[in-house]
């Protein structure tokens, strides 16, 4: 079982809805962070939390660290959000400010105009 | 102005050549990563340098060497080629909150 689970593992939508990605962990964490790799490969960094809630623009992530579960969130979803969310832990941030991390396999979102 | 640029976009070499990809990164971070996104598109972590020192080193074939001559570069050279090896490769550094990815290396080993 890998250290860090996600789901769904695919998700379809109609543009404009609200949309969850949950990812669930099972080591103890210094920080979690949420990538979006777009179709052409791309992968930009979105959000790293140690704690409680960050927003950007229509995209929000939350970090419950007692119960190690992590969300994002998309408001008002539109087909340019279609991509690949992952998500990934970081047992170490060392004193380089250096991080392992431990990978998701993915959700896969799609959003029909 | 790209942030993490890695050459070549795409590689396609027979098996038990050597090959190297090169990266650099022009946002002055201290730390670079070398990343393989297998076919199922599952990322890991291979290497970590900061200012040039080893740092993170998973349990990658010793065919894999990565070479940082400073700061700003971290080249992965490959010996002896596998199959197996066929993988798209991610150069990334990072600054406290946020990794910067490079657009990808498409190995293809024949």
């Known amino acids: 079982k890998n250290e860090v689970e996600q789901s769904p593992q695919n998700l379809t939508a109609q543009e404009g809805e609200f949309i969850t990605i949950n990812c669930s962990y099972s080591?103890?964490?210094?920080?979690l962070h949420w990538l979006q790799q777009h179709p052409g490969g791309g992968i930009v960094s979105l959000f790293m939390?140690?704690?409680g809630k960050k927003k950007h623009g229509r995209l929000i992530a939350t970090i419950n660290i007692q119960e190690k579960h992590s969300s994002l969130h998309i408001t008002a979803s539109h087909p340019r959000d279609s991509a690949v969310y992952i998500c990934a832990v970081s047992p170490i941030i060392s004193n380089f400010g250096n991080e392992k991390l431990t990978f998701g396999t993915g959700t896969r979102l799609t959003i029909i105009p | 102005d790209t942030a993490v640029s890695q050459t070549p976009k795409y590689l396609v070499t027979q098996m038990g050549n050597d090959k190297s990809i090169k990266c650099e990164q022009n946002l002055g971070h201290d730390t670079m990563y070398w990343y393989k996104q297998d076919s199922k598109k599952f990322l890991k972590i291979m290497f970590s340098y900061n200012n040039k020192e080893l740092i993170i080193n998973e349990t990658v074939p010793n065919r894999f060497s990565p070479k940082s001559p400073d700061k700003a570069h971290l080249n992965l050279h490959i010996n002896s080629l596998e199959l197996g090896d066929s993988a798209v490769y991610f150069c990334?550094?990072?600054?406290?909150?946020?990794?910067?990815f490079g657009s990808g290396t498409q190995l293809s080993v024949l």
């Open positions: 939390l140690s704690s």
């Open positions: 080591v103890g964490i210094s920080a």
């Open positions: 990334a550094s990072s600054h406290i909150e946020k990794l910067f």
